[in-house]
């Protein structure tokens, strides 16, 4: 790592220290800041982050502990988030938008969650779409002749080459022919 000019840098600002320091590259620069004589500030509550002291290692312990403790907030925050994503689709709400080809059926004692039902116009320009594909097609040529036979998107739009290569995936393609 280069030596940072003198009195081009004069400190680091970061917004928290438990933000900063599970960050190996911002840690290497505050290490580099120190050895030169430079601070680093936190901005949220202006105070300096203090420099690791050999003399003293629970100032350097107490910053990686923060870091550790704001990752493990992180994660701990993903966990829950997915929890309650597979939480509700256990009981068979929606977890994402339904795949081309399919809609939400309406909600009745004989279908009480609303589970997916097929929609046969835009199953059978899937079908289409994956005979297509199987004989050789790019996804840029299937996206201008779907478009060309009159075929919508989902939202109404017009076939991209990138929303034909996200819709004829081999589990679309397994769920058009088994429907």
């Not at 840098?9 to 580099?32: C, D, F, K, M, P």
């Not at 923060?66 to 977890?95: N, P, S, Y």
């Amino acid at each position: 790592m280069a030596e940072p000019k003198r009195r081009l840098v004069a400190y680091l600002r970061v917004s928290t220290i438990e933000q900063r320091s599970h960050n190996t590259v911002q840690e290497a620069l505050l290490g580099r800041l120190w050895l030169v004589g430079h601070a680093g500030f936190t901005s949220l509550r202006p105070t300096e982050v203090m420099g690791d002291d050999p003399d003293g290692p629970m100032r350097t312990a107490r910053r990686e502990m923060a870091g550790v403790f704001a990752g493990l907030e992180c994660r701990m925050i993903a966990k829950q988030v997915w929890d309650g994503r597979r939480a509700k689709a256990a009981v068979g709400h929606a977890t994402g938008a339904t795949t081309y080809g399919r809609k939400s059926g309406k909600r009745s004692p004989a279908n009480p969650n609303g589970a997916l039902v097929p929609v046969p116009a835009e199953q059978a320009a899937l079908r289409h779409m994956c005979g297509l594909r199987a004989g050789g097609a790019s996804t840029h040529q299937i996206a201008h002749t779907i478009t060309d036979e009159g075929h919508p998107t989902q939202r109404g739009g017009r076939w991209s080459s990138a929303k034909v290569s996200r819709t004829v995936s081999p589990q679309d393609a397994a769920e058009a022919v088994s429907a």
